[in-house]
């Protein structure tokens, strides 16, 4: 896999049958390792390391409904009151980040309500503060600590 705008984090890789798997911390089982899944495994490590974000609070590929479809969020971060805080949604590197995945991730905030939005595709980053009432956000120059949005949101 490519090396990412991320800091280099060790992982555990196994390859069956020809594919190749990576051992996710939070659902504590190996999954396939795809573009998409390096960049979501870089984005945890540096959520809980760099950042300081609690590994229990944090839920990783959930499905839920939406208007009578199914989808699923990447990662949902959860407050220490139980809320939802960030909803991240992680693209393979070649995607680029733009107007549609920035609509997506909106779709999916919209049923969860976080006030913070980050947005990655392990080479590009953008995170957001939501005010959850008047729908405008603003861009935030980094991802900020933990305790920080657990604070405002």
Same mark, same amino acid.
């Given at each position: ?20 798997? #990576? ?20 984005? #945890? ?10 590994? *229990? ?42 107007? *549609? ?17 980050? #947005? ?9 503060? #939501? ?23």
């Amino acid at each position: 896999m490519e090396p990412l705008n991320l800091p280099t984090y060790f992982f555990r890789i196994k390859e069956d049958r020809g594919k190749k798997y #990576i051992f996710d911390e939070i659902r504590r089982r190996f999954v396939l390792l795809t573009p998409e899944e390096w960049v979501r495994q870089h984005m #945890i490590n540096f959520l809980v390391v760099e950042k300081h974000f609690p590994g *229990q609070l944090l839920s990783v590929e959930k499905g839920f409904r939406q208007n009578r479809y199914r989808q699923r969020y990447d990662l949902l971060v959860y407050n220490r009151k139980g809320q939802p805080l960030m909803i991240v949604e992680c693209k393979a590197p070649g995607v680029e980040i733009n107007q *549609q995945v920035f609509d997506q991730a909106g779709r999916y905030n919209h049923t969860h309500k976080a006030p913070y939005m980050l #947005i990655t595709n392990g080479m590009k980053h953008y995170c957001c503060f #939501i005010n959850i009432e008047s729908g405008q956000y603003a861009f935030l120059p980094d991802v900020p600590d933990f305790d920080h949005m657990d604070a405002q949101g």
